[in-house]
């Protein structure tokens, strides 16, 4: 279990960034989260069970894939589709 603090801190992000992350992470069942003073975040399930495609298919994650243009991205509907 480790606190929003302790994975900024070592991850060198923002708080406010890391809201973010975590709310979509949450959403989709990837994390957990207990609150009090020994509360934080764990992974909803063991690491190799989840895929890539888990973690990009997230609507609205909040990252940019810098190798992939947004418009071949779209053209080869890698995205999520409902």
Excluded: C, H, V
């Amino acid at each position: 279990m480790l606190s929003q603090k302790a994975i900024a801190k070592q991850k060198d992000i923002s708080n406010k960034y890391l809201d973010q992350l975590t709310a979509t992470l949450k959403m989709a069942d990837l994390i957990r989260s207990m609150r009090g003073p020994r509360g934080g975040y764990i992974l909803a399930k063991s690491p190799s069970e989840i895929l890539i495609k888990d973690i990009f298919w997230i609507p609205q994650f909040p990252i940019t894939m810098p190798i992939l243009s947004r418009r071949w991205y779209y053209s080869k509907k890698l995205y999520y589709q409902y």
